[in-house]
């Protein structure tokens, strides 16, 4: 007697798993070391007054601003020994992609006086990012895309247009 093997396959549409969120938040402290690595590898020769703090998994370097604000980006780069931000990152992924992180976090960074604002986002999530700096009318914005490699401790950022 032959034993059958009834395979069932549902269509599954447009429903995507979303990663688990301990995966996300790894892939996202990951993404923030290297990106703080590999492109904000302060102080060099040519920048030895810049110093590179980063703000995952603990807090290094918080801002503060003129009207209150504690601001605490993922990667912050100061003009040493003064201590005045220039650079400032914010490294997401697909679920910080939200309203209330654009208007009252990426809109403040933006605007801070004399600090360029770098927001990564990840790969194929542009255009989310894009419309979400737009409704919220945020410019003055440095905007990447974002990818690990996997099995390499590399990053693989591309600027957006």
Avoid: C
Wanted: no cysteine.
């Amino acid at each position: 007697m032959a034993i059958q093997e009834t395979v069932d396959e549902r269509e599954l549409g447009a429903i995507l798993l979303k990663p688990s969120n301990k995966s996300s938040q790894e892939s996202h402290l990951l993404a923030v070391q290297n990106i703080a690595e590999q492109y904000f590898p302060f102080p060099t020769p040519d920048y030895p007054h810049f110093r590179t703090l980063v703000n995952e998994p603990e807090t290094e370097q918080k801002i503060f601003t003129n009207y209150g604000n504690e601001l605490e980006p993922d990667v912050v780069v100061l003009q040493w020994p003064e201590k005045l931000p220039v650079m400032i990152a914010e490294v997401i992924t697909p679920d910080m992609i939200r309203d209330d992180l654009a208007a009252n976090v990426w809109a403040v960074e933006a605007r801070l006086d004399g600090v360029q604002f770098y927001l990564y986002v990840p790969a194929g999530h542009a255009s989310d990012a894009k419309a979400m700096l737009k409704k919220h009318k945020i410019k003055n914005v440095k905007l990447r895309s974002w990818r690990n490699i996997t099995g390499l401790k590399t990053i693989d950022v591309s600027p957006i247009r």
